[in-house]
């Protein structure tokens, strides 16, 4: 209830909303925060006025649950599968999907020839970030250690066969590191702080650098492009999903009869449609008799229970 109030209370119409963070990854303690991440449309006229976009929002509670929702414009977002970012590509491919839309299925689609070998380098560097904050910790604690791991396997994976894939669990089952399911175990029994042993240290340095020299190895031989191919495909998705913006407006105050959403795009002509629950009300038949001034009382408790019901994330 909690995931999907926060994607309900968000002020932009969403292209996808997914989890990321330890529950992607395979190895969420019980005090684990949820990570949601996701894409958001701004208006046209926001965008092209002169005042501050805003190109990322940020939704935290820790009401019932610690939960972090973050979302960049499409354009925003856009540009960074243009730039070799393997962390917005991991949260576009997150099979936990708490939000979605036809567009989300495209964006899959096309952003397949976005995956190129630089992705090497991303993968190396945040590797090796995560490793310095690992060294730095004393004692040292288990879960920036499995950050390293999941990110090295990622990198190796996605060198290897063009998929990405986050998940540290599926990953070793094709990779077969005989300490992985140990260390996620006593992860996922522990806290956010579950320590590991000094002794330990020696043996996964000599792994971590094992398994970088494998990194550059794989994306010196894959058989993935040097670059891009998606640029033109992005753009005119973007130009699509923008322009349907143009003319709308949100009016203060209104709420969605469904899902609740605090207000709802009117578009030229009287046609309201929910941005968050999809519901459509011909606002211009409200007051005729002759159709009951818009949807009847058992559509809304139909459109109600279908919204309810809907598949989403506890």
Not at 105 to 112: G, N, P, S, T, Y
């Amino acid at each position: 209830a909690t995931v999907s109030r926060a994607v309900s209370e968000h002020p932009y119409q969403l292209m996808f909303a997914t989890v990321s963070g330890a529950h992607l990854y395979g190895f969420a303690s019980p005090d684990s925060d949820w990570d949601l991440r996701g894409v958001h449309v701004l208006p046209a006229r926001e965008v092209m006025g002169l005042l501050p976009a805003r190109d990322t929002v940020e939704i935290s509670t820790d009401t019932e649950i610690e939960l972090d929702l973050v979302t960049h414009d499409i354009q925003k977002f856009f540009g960074l599968l243009l730039k070799s970012n393997g962390y917005v590509l991991e949260q576009l491919y997150s099979p936990i999907v708490v939000h979605t839309t036809p567009e989300h299925e495209e964006l899959k689609w096309i952003a397949q020839r976005c995956i190129t070998r630089n992705h090497a380098h991303h993968y190396f560097g945040f590797a090796e970030n995560q490793w310095n904050l690992f060294q730095k910790e004393r004692p040292p604690r288990i879960k920036p250690l499995l950050y390293v791991f999941r990110v090295l396997l990622t990198g190796i994976h996605m060198m290897r066969t063009g998929i990405v894939e986050a998940n540290l669990t599926q990953l070793n089952n094709e990779y077969k590191l005989p300490y992985i399911p140990e260390l996620i175990e006593r992860k996922i029994r522990g806290t956010e702080g579950q320590i590991l042993e000094e002794a330990e240290a020696s043996f996964y340095v000599l792994e971590y650098d094992r398994l970088r020299k494998r990194l550059k190895d794989e994306a010196n031989h894959t058989a993935l492009p040097d670059s891009q191919t998606a640029k033109a495909a992005l753009n005119d998705l973007l130009l699509r999903i923008r322009l349907r913006t143009v003319g709308v407006e949100t009016e203060a105050g209104t709420k969605c009869p469904i899902c609740g959403l605090a207000h709802a795009f009117r578009e030229p002509g009287g046609y309201e449609i929910c941005s968050q629950c999809g519901w459509e009300d011909d606002s211009t038949q409200r007051n005729n008799p002759d159709t009951g001034g818009g949807a009847n009382e058992e559509s809304l408790l139909q459109a109600r229970a279908r919204w309810k019901n809907r598949a989403v994330i506890p």
